[in-house]
């Protein structure tokens, strides 16, 4: 499979399978767009007779050659060798948790996934104890896996920070014991951010995602306090302290991450102002999920908006790697062309319900974070140490080439499938993926790769 594009002035193919990509001439665009499948050894006469009106019919035999000569080379129409490797993630360590230390929150954002804090199961705090048995849960179930991934998460983490302390002592006394390697990360909205905080986190925390939209106007629209009224003017000061004394320290890993709805299809103006306005150039700003019932919800009609608005925002990052010589990392544009993800991670992307799983304040475990609240997707608990290895193995066995529409995706090995649980919020099942995701996913790929081309365009 191939796919072709253009964009900023670049005629672009990238074999799908073996990840090359090819910046063509207009005639070896026109002319590989005549093709589905694998090159015949000499040009179809009728394809030759279809293009001399344009070019002359030497040229396109020229061309042709070295198109072919790609494809001998394994860098055009190449072969999916990758469905062998399906079965290898059964069995698989849990490397990585999301500990809920918080089913609370500060914050009333109108598009909150998490019923602005509580997953619907009630307002409560994580108790010390439940955070040690995860730890030792972790720890037990990690197999070999040397080095292990911990989020606080919330709700807002803040609310229990105490508690949030006690369990990194705790893990961390662990680590020599059983030769593991604790790597925490915690979630906040900013709001409870203080100096002792700031420092711990930045000592501590080998990353930080902060969260906040763009504008104070699209900012306070949607992340209200309990009073119904804007956040934007209580957080960000204490976020741009603390990555101010983060850059200073040894853990210096940071995003800002934001969403965008309906209301700010502009939102190209919102990853300027972060970056630019308030200096952080580690960022990510992200399509809302949402139920289409919703005024901020981004449907359909929203797309050709949103393309146009992520192809805009690829040229001004072109523009200013080029011209200023450096600019801000943007998540969704971040993606290696160079030696890729391991063939796992092109299959079935995150860890979700087998590598990675999220456990409650209650000590309930779940497959990832945006499962939690449902009880059909309870894997199991810590209090009673149970493990649901069915559900894990589920998990486990779905991927690409299990997901509808995937297999004959061209984005599918960047995409790996989708993210199982908007899979299943939308569509009652983790092997659908949802379509408008799947347009977006496709465009920001395309202006990954042509970010890549432009600056190999010396």
């Given at each position: 499979m191939v796919?072709?594009?253009?964009?900023?002035?670049?005629?672009?193919a990238l074999d799908v399978n073996s990840g090359a990509v090819h910046v063509l001439d207009k005639l070896a665009f026109d002319l590989l767009n005549k093709f589905e499948d694998k090159l015949p050894e000499e040009c179809p006469a009728e394809f030759v007779k279809e293009l001399s009106g344009e070019y002359p019919e030497q040229d396109i035999l020229e061309?042709?050659?070295?198109?072919?000569?790609?494809?001998k080379a394994g860098q055009l129409f190449s072969e999916d060798d990758y469905e062998r490797f399906t079965d290898m993630m059964k069995g698989a360590p849990i490397k990585s948790m999301c500990l809920h230390i918080s089913h609370d929150c500060n914050l009333r954002c109108k598009y909150c996934f998490a019923s602005t804090g509580d997953f619907g199961k009630g307002r409560k705090l994580m108790p010390v104890e439940t955070g040690k048995k995860a730890i030792d849960?972790?720890?037990?179930?990690?197999?070999?896996?040397?080095?292990?991934?911990?989020?606080?998460?919330?709700?807002?983490?803040?609310?229990?920070?105490?508690?949030?302390?006690?369990?990194?002592?705790?893990?961390?006394s662990k680590e020599e014991e059983y030769n593991k390697k604790f790597r925490f990360t915690v979630t906040t909205n900013g709001v409870l951010l203080n100096d002792d905080s700031i420092d711990y986190i930045n000592k501590e925390m080998k990353n930080v995602v902060l969260s906040l939209d763009g504008r104070k106007c699209v900012n306070d629209a949607m992340r209200l306090t309990v009073n119904g009224k804007g956040s934007y003017d209580i957080f960000v000061p204490k976020f741009q302290k603390l990555v101010e004394k983060r850059l200073q320290g040894e853990n210096k890993e940071y995003y800002a991450r934001g969403t965008f709805t309906k209301n700010n299809l502009d939102f190209a103006k919102d990853v300027y102002h972060i970056a630019d306005d308030?200096?952080?150039?580690?960022?990510?700003?992200?399509?809302?999920?949402?139920?289409?019932?919703?005024?901020y919800a981004i449907t359909e009609e929203d797309l050709p908006t949103i393309f146009a608005e992520y192809e805009k925002l690829a040229v001004e990052m072109v523009r200013r790697k080029k011209e200023e010589g450096g600019c801000f990392n943007f998540f969704h544009f971040m993606?290696?062309?160079?030696?890729?993800?391991?063939?796992?991670?092109?299959?079935r992307g995150c860890g979700c319900g087998n590598e990675y799983v999220s456990v409650t304040p209650d000590g309930d475990i779940y497959p990832c974070h945006q499962f939690v609240g449902n009880d059909e997707w309870k894997m199991g608990n810590l209090d009673d140490e149970t493990l649901d290895i069915e559900m894990k193995d589920k998990f486990a066995c779905s991927n690409i080439y299990t997901k509808e529409g995937c297999r004959d995706c061209w984005a599918r090995f960047y995409c790996s499938g989708g993210c199982n649980a908007n899979n299943y919020s939308f569509n009652k099942d983790i092997n659908k993926p949802v379509k408008i995701s799947c347009e977006l996913e496709r465009k920001r790929v395309e202006c990954a790769i042509m970010i890549k081309v432009a600056m190999a365009d010396k």
């Amino acid at each position: 499979m191939v796919h072709t594009f253009y964009q900023n002035g670049y005629y672009i193919a990238l074999d799908v399978n073996s990840g090359a990509v090819h910046v063509l001439d207009k005639l070896a665009f026109d002319l590989l767009n005549k093709f589905e499948d694998k090159l015949p050894e000499e040009c179809p006469a009728e394809f030759v007779k279809e293009l001399s009106g344009e070019y002359p019919e030497q040229d396109i035999l020229e061309v042709y050659s070295e198109l072919l000569g790609l494809q001998k080379a394994g860098q055009l129409f190449s072969e999916d060798d990758y469905e062998r490797f399906t079965d290898m993630m059964k069995g698989a360590p849990i490397k990585s948790m999301c500990l809920h230390i918080s089913h609370d929150c500060n914050l009333r954002c109108k598009y909150c996934f998490a019923s602005t804090g509580d997953f619907g199961k009630g307002r409560k705090l994580m108790p010390v104890e439940t955070g040690k048995k995860a730890i030792d849960f972790l720890l037990t179930h990690s197999g070999n896996r040397h080095n292990l991934e911990l989020d606080f998460f919330g709700g807002e983490p803040l609310m229990n920070w105490d508690a949030v302390k006690e369990i990194v002592d705790y893990a961390r006394s662990k680590e020599e014991e059983y030769n593991k390697k604790f790597r925490f990360t915690v979630t906040t909205n900013g709001v409870l951010l203080n100096d002792d905080s700031i420092d711990y986190i930045n000592k501590e925390m080998k990353n930080v995602v902060l969260s906040l939209d763009g504008r104070k106007c699209v900012n306070d629209a949607m992340r209200l306090t309990v009073n119904g009224k804007g956040s934007y003017d209580i957080f960000v000061p204490k976020f741009q302290k603390l990555v101010e004394k983060r850059l200073q320290g040894e853990n210096k890993e940071y995003y800002a991450r934001g969403t965008f709805t309906k209301n700010n299809l502009d939102f190209a103006k919102d990853v300027y102002h972060i970056a630019d306005d308030l200096g952080f150039d580690q960022l990510s700003v992200e399509p809302v999920i949402a139920d289409p019932s919703e005024p901020y919800a981004i449907t359909e009609e929203d797309l050709p908006t949103i393309f146009a608005e992520y192809e805009k925002l690829a040229v001004e990052m072109v523009r200013r790697k080029k011209e200023e010589g450096g600019c801000f990392n943007f998540f969704h544009f971040m993606i290696d062309l160079d030696q890729g993800p391991c063939a796992i991670k092109r299959l079935r992307g995150c860890g979700c319900g087998n590598e990675y799983v999220s456990v409650t304040p209650d000590g309930d475990i779940y497959p990832c974070h945006q499962f939690v609240g449902n009880d059909e997707w309870k894997m199991g608990n810590l209090d009673d140490e149970t493990l649901d290895i069915e559900m894990k193995d589920k998990f486990a066995c779905s991927n690409i080439y299990t997901k509808e529409g995937c297999r004959d995706c061209w984005a599918r090995f960047y995409c790996s499938g989708g993210c199982n649980a908007n899979n299943y919020s939308f569509n009652k099942d983790i092997n659908k993926p949802v379509k408008i995701s799947c347009e977006l996913e496709r465009k920001r790929v395309e202006c990954a790769i042509m970010i890549k081309v432009a600056m190999a365009d010396k």
